[in-house]
């Protein structure tokens, strides 16, 4: 059988009727190409079906054009929306993406780390599980990393999130305005540090407000729909049923939600509840969820921005590392005053 052949960059000029070194430029984005020369080099490639070899151009450059990015759970609806800004903004610096999923697990976290490091990756885009060694490996070698949404405590790197503690003093805030003083709180791991932010943005709401924060209602710790669920259950075991929930996580809202339907208990009737995130599902969901908004796509493009200034040097930390975004309380009918709650227990 004849080998297939393999056209060069000679070939591809040749066609196109420029030089080599113009082809180099279009490929590359060097220098600038007019439109007409750039279609013929473009339509020649194709003609040819040829692909620059990434691995030579890596030789050559000292550079990959890859950057990897590591999100603890790709099925939560929250990241491929995250993942989209990375990868419009990584496509317009001629960046390829390598996605990958740690699943909440930090010893595949620290796995895929060693994979991404193996292909010599141009820069890191984190969003941790939880605060590890692993971090300080990238952080010692002074590799290009950006952390995003879910931070580790006090590394030395850009910080990308959301104010999520405005958001959910914000939150809790307006379960107050509501007239509610029993207000619980869901969150998740306390060693994530915009988790740990929310906690405080709900302390700080609480503590403006003269009301306690009753240890039977705070239930920290959880990451998923099972510890929703759970934590749903024990809530409902307490003897005053707390009137207000506020859920910092959006699976964990979604296991919660199966608890108060399980056990018969009426949303905003008995227990006004708010979210984090605006997914299709919360919305669709009788009655619509009150949540915070949190804008994923934004905070992936601010990511990607931040991580290719650090990779060509041009990144300059002013006052801290870290970059804020502002969020929003989407006031839906799962929250209602606390005139309208009455003192029924739940069915059993």
Not at 204 to 233: H, K
Not at 268 to 290: C, E, L
Request: with cysteine; net charge neutral.
């Amino acid at each position: 059988m004849p080998s297939k052949h393999h056209f060069t960059i000679r070939d591809v000029a040749r066609l196109a009727g420029v030089s080599a070194a113009t082809v180099s430029a279009v490929i590359n984005g060097t220098v600038p190409v007019s439109e007409a020369r750039t279609k013929r080099v473009r339509d020649a490639m194709e003609a040819l079906d040829y692909h620059a070899d990434a691995a030579a151009r890596s030789l050559r450059t000292g550079r990959t054009q890859v950057i990897g990015v590591m999100v603890p759970d790709i099925v939560n609806p929250y990241f491929p929306e995250l993942i989209r800004g990375i990868e419009d903004i990584a496509a317009e610096q001629n960046y390829s993406v390598v996605v990958c999923n740690t699943n909440e697990d930090p010893v595949q976290e620290e796995r895929q780390m060693n994979g991404l490091l193996s292909r010599r990756v141009d820069g890191f885009l984190i969003s941790c599980t939880k605060r590890t060694a692993a971090y300080d490996r990238i952080l010692r070698r002074d590799l290009p990393v950006v952390f995003l949404d879910q931070l580790p405590h006090e590394v030395n790197a850009p910080l990308i999130y959301t104010d999520t503690a405005a958001a959910s003093c914000t939150a809790t805030r307006h379960l107050i305005d509501l007239g509610h003083q029993r207000i619980a709180i869901l969150a998740r791991d306390l060693s994530i540090l915009d988790h740990a932010d929310r906690v405080e943005g709900y302390r700080r709401a609480m503590q403006q407000a003269g009301l306690p924060v009753r240890a039977e209602y705070f239930r920290v710790g959880g990451s998923g729909e099972e510890d929703g669920y759970r934590f749903g259950l024990e809530l409902l075991n307490c003897n005053p049923l707390p009137t207000a929930v506020l859920c910092c996580n959006n699976k964990m809202l979604a296991g919660f939600l199966r608890a108060l339907g399980n056990q018969g208990v009426r949303c905003p009737d008995q227990i006004s509840v708010v979210g984090f995130d605006d997914h299709i599902w919360v919305r669709a969901y009788q009655p619509p969820i009150t949540v915070v908004t949190q804008k994923s796509y934004e905070l992936g493009q601010l990511a990607m921005r931040t991580l290719y200034s650090c990779i060509q040097g041009t990144w300059v930390k002013e006052e801290g590392n870290a970059l804020l975004l502002p969020s929003e309380l989407i006031v839906r009918s799962s929250t209602a005053p606390i005139a309208s709650v009455p003192t029924a227990e739940p069915s059993n």
